[in-house]
């Protein structure tokens, strides 16, 4: 739809070659794929959407199909999609994208670090880039918008909750995402801050990642039981770690939940975890919203008609949900 500009573009394939014989394709055995529009947008506006895999967790699933649902053909895009959770197919994916002249390129990083080449190709190309669900270390001037969660926020406001459990002491499983990620970022940060401030009663037990992965949780979880270690909170980055974290819990015959032996702690609030508040069996979830196409789109409609952003980084309002005080309701509104 916008003319581009014809040096970047051969660059950029020069690049995107070269990275491709490097490290694969986005469909390689590492569980990407890629599928989208034709050659021709037929009018339409040109999206390439690089995410991390959908079958992740129920988070990324729900944030891939509210992004399908959205940039489809009938309301007037012709959208490629491409998926890893790794930084480097990724980056190939998107230079892929800006070759075959994207007028937009939205990007859910792996990894917040090395994307800085691929933001200058795509400007120098004419490709508006808008980040969304996760920030990446660049300057602002690289991209348009960044539609995130606030993940410092998340992981303050669930530490700030178990503070107030005021225990005796703070024995933590620390259960942590995709290492490098905004989101384990943000969610371990503020409780690396809360132990290291109060060392004499807060321990951290176990540190590893589960890669958002309830098996991988699980394995950690019983590797610390099998090694006589003594715990009274799971602090998991997401839900299906939590729920991967329960089952160890379960398999040892060690109860969890509201005035139980160990807290439960979780993100992502899908509507099963919800129910697992409601229902005692776990402790605290923190909320974060799949749901970023509209922002998204309010975005590209009003670059489209020439208009000024009022912000470039636009927060979700997000909230954290307690056991005690989580109605049916909150399942039914907030559950994904």
Not at 32 to 49: F, L, M, N, Q, R
Not at 65 to 83: Q, R, V
Not at 143 to 170: C, F, H
Request: charged content about 25%; glycine content about 8%; overall charge negative.
């Amino acid at each position: 739809m916008k003319m581009k500009k014809i040096l970047a573009v051969l660059s950029t394939a020069a690049l995107c070659t070269a990275m491709f014989a490097a490290c694969g394709d986005a469909s390689s055995s590492s569980g990407s794929a890629a599928s989208g529009g034709g050659s021709a947008s037929g009018g339409k506006i040109k999206v390439g959407i690089i995410n991390n895999d959908p079958n992740e967790s129920g988070y990324r699933t729900a944030n891939d199909k509210d992004l399908k649902e959205a940039f489809s053909e009938a309301n007037g895009y012709d959208a490629t999609f491409a998926y890893s959770m790794k930084n480097d197919e990724q980056i190939a994916a998107a230079q892929k994208m800006i070759q075959d002249e994207v007028d937009y390129l939205l990007i859910s990083a792996a990894d917040t670090a090395g994307w800085d080449s691929v933001l200058k190709d795509a400007q120098a190309a004419d490709v508006k880039v808008i980040l969304f669900d996760r920030t990446i270390d660049a300057s602002e001037d690289l991209y348009e918008a960044s539609i995130v969660s606030d993940m410092d926020k998340e992981g303050q406001t669930a530490v700030e909750w178990l503070k107030g459990q005021n225990l005796d002491s703070y024995k933590v499983i620390h259960i942590q995402g995709v290492m490098g990620s905004a989101a384990q970022k943000g969610r371990s940060q503020a409780l690396t801050d809360a132990a290291a401030a109060d060392s004499g009663k807060w321990e951290i037990v176990a540190e590893q990642t589960g890669e958002w992965n309830a098996e991988k949780a699980q394995q950690i979880v019983q590797s610390v039981i099998d090694s006589n270690k003594e715990f009274n909170v799971i602090y998991a980055e997401n839900d299906d770690m939590a729920k991967g974290a329960v089952a160890a819990l379960d398999k040892a015959g060690i109860s969890h939940g509201v005035g139980k032996d160990v807290i439960v702690m979780g993100f992502d609030c899908n509507g099963w975890a919800l129910k697992e508040l409601l229902d005692q069996n776990w402790n605290y979830d923190g909320q974060c919203n799949p749901f970023q196409s509209s922002y998204i789109k309010d975005v590209i409609d009003k670059l489209e008609k020439g208009e000024k952003l009022e912000q470039k980084k636009i927060i979700m309002d997000e909230k954290g949900f307690d056991a005690t005080t989580i109605t049916q309701e909150d399942v039914d509104k907030y559950g994904i």
